[in-house]
Nanobody
């Protein structure tokens, strides 16, 4: 099982970015994104159920971040609009390997992790 994140880069404040994460080896009911800025703890960004109709976001990202998924491609996306310098972080995709259907922002509920993709926002 592997999660491969991509789409990060160096952008300017106000730009938009879409991150992608492809899962291989199995499918997951719940997939999500976390981020970790230098010197800070890993922070919950968002999670989405397999149906796509249920999403949950971290308090610090509500309004500018949109999580979505394409089950046919076994891929989860994170659209980030109006990027700010404080969004600079390594973004990790994650997946809950259980049959759980209730979305959680707790890091411990995610069993599988991608390698991360760096997002750097210049002012």
């Amino acid at each position: 099982v592997q999660l491969q994140a991509s789409g990060g880069g160096l952008v300017q404040a106000g730009d938009s970015l879409r991150l992608s994460c492809v899962a291989s080896g199995r499918t997951f009911n719940i997939m999500g994104w976390f981020r970790q800025a230098p010197g800070k703890e890993r922070e919950f960004v968002g999670a989405i159920a397999r149906s796509g109709g249920s999403t949950r976001y971290g308090d610090s990202v509500k309004g500018r971040f949109t999580i979505s998924r394409d089950n046919a491609k076994n891929t989860v996306y994170l659209q980030i609009d109006n990027l700010k310098p404080e969004d600079t972080a390594v973004y990790y995709c994650a997946a809950d390997g259980t049959a759980r259907t209730v979305l959680s922002g707790r890091r411990s509920t995610f069993d599988y992790w991608g390698q991360g993709t760096q997002v750097t926002v210049s002012s």
